[in-house]
């Protein structure tokens, strides 16, 4: 059975960086999708980035283009989110998803079915 455990959440200062990790179990990652998606309160939940299973190709939202990458650790079994040039609007709790099926919107939340419980990321000063 997959299984997903974030970590690395926390809070920071507008400016600051964090890396979450993402590690999973129950299967490897080669064989499966790995999206990072965020809730903010009284908000829905956005796909922020994500690595895809075949070729690590990566996709980004609009809004984090350029201060974050995804990466993957096929040893660790863990995909990581770094994050640079927070901004207090990243403020949101965090969670990694998996599906092992081709995707047509990475970034949507409906395309993944397995979820993490999340990790706290607050920016402020």
């Known amino acids: 059975q997959v299984q997903l455990v974030e970590s690395g959440g926390g809070l920071v200062q507008p400016g600051g960086s964090l890396r979450l990790s993402c590690e999973a179990s129950?299967?490897?990652?080669?064989?499966?999708?790995i999206g990072w998606f965020r809730q903010a309160p009284g908000k829905e939940r956005v796909g922020v980035s994500c690595i895809r299973a075949t070729d690590g190709h990566t996709t980004y939202a609009d809004s984090v283009q350029g201060r974050f990458t995804i990466s993957r650790d096929f040893v660790m079994n863990t995909v990581y989110l770094d994050m640079a040039n927070l901004k207090p609007e990243d403020t949101a709790v965090y969670y990694c998803?998996?599906?092992?099926?081709?995707?047509?919107?990475?970034?949507?939340?409906?395309?993944?079915?397995?979820w993490g419980h999340g990790t706290q990321v607050t920016v402020s000063s």
């Open positions: 129950g299967v490897t990652l080669a064989y499966i999708t």
């Open positions: 998803a998996a599906t092992s099926m081709r995707t047509i919107a990475p970034l949507s939340p409906g395309e993944y079915d397995r």
